[in-house]
T-cell receptor, first 112, second 115 residues
Framework: NAGVTQTPKFQVLKTGQSMTLQCAQD?????MSWYRQDPGMGLRLIHY???????DQGEVPNGYNVSRSTTEDFPLRLLSAAPSQTSVYFC???????????FGQGTRLTVV | GENVEQHPSTLSVQEGDSAVIKCTYS??????FPWYKQELGKRPQLIID?????GEKKDQRIAVTLNKTAKHFSLHITETQPEDSAVYFC??????????????FGRGTQLTVWP
């Protein structure tokens, strides 16, 4: 049982490049979310999904896209990377509302 | 939407002392309040949670209290140990409407326990 798996763990991008952060869970969880963590700002929600085919914006969605074609996978796409997107990104999943969220190991992204 | 505020942002205690972290929330419809611990370089992990129909919950040295009237909840750690040093996040979740299941996090408290 791997839990929530994020790849890559580290990434350096040049301004304007695009990339996809991968997130997969094997717990058959319906809820999946992407957060970014910046010093002093806590965990800010980028996008989330309550099931396959359903996504919604969170607190800081600009510059990011998501899709949820399967229950297991929830990739996060950076369309045109900017230095302001330098951050640590966490994917999380949970069984449903009011249940424990399990986090991936995080992706440290640097945009130069 | 929901707004969660967390205080203090940093907290230093001597080993063996107690530590208290407080959070307030704005939406009275919030009904689930988890606490996460994040060690340096690691992922956040749930340490305790409480639902709105319960006023207090304990798990060994950790306890959480909830005051629905005042819309605040607190984490209490007794007999602190150096391994309790970490960032602690509170969160609130609303169980209705378009925000069903969303977690709203506080900004975190850096707890340092000195030996």
């Amino acid at each position: 049982n791997a839990g929530v798996t994020q790849t890559p763990k580290f990434q350096v991008l040049k301004t304007g490049q695009s990339m996809t952060l991968q997130c997969a869970q094997d717990m058959n969880h319906e809820y999946m979310s992407w957060y970014r963590q910046d010093p002093g700002m806590g965990l800010r929600l980028i996008h989330y999904s309550v099931g396959a085919g359903i996504t919604d914006q969170g607190e800081v969605p600009n510059g990011y896209n998501v899709s949820r074609s399967t229950t297991e996978d929830f990739p996060l796409r950076l369309l045109s990377a900017a230095p302001s997107q330098t951050s640590v990104y966490f994917c999380a999943s949970s069984y449903g509302a009011g249940t424990e969220a399990f986090f991936g190991q995080g992706t440290r992204l640097t945009v130069v | 939407g929901e707004n969660v505020e967390q205080h203090p942002s940093t907290l230093s205690v001597q080993e063996g002392d107690s530590a208290v972290i407080k959070c307030t929330y704005s939406d009275s419809a919030s009904n689930y309040f988890p606490w996460y611990k994040q060690e340096l370089g690691k992922r956040p992990q749930l340490i305790i949670d409480i639902r709105s129909n319960v006023g207090e919950k304990k798990d060994q040295r950790i306890a959480v209290t909830l005051n629905k009237t005042a819309k605040h909840f607190s984490l209490h750690i007794t007999e602190t140990q150096p391994e309790d040093s970490a960032v602690y996040f509170c969160a609130a979740s609303i169980d209705r409407g378009s925000t069903l299941g969303r977690l709203y996090f506080g900004r975190g408290t850096q707890l340092t326990v000195w030996p």
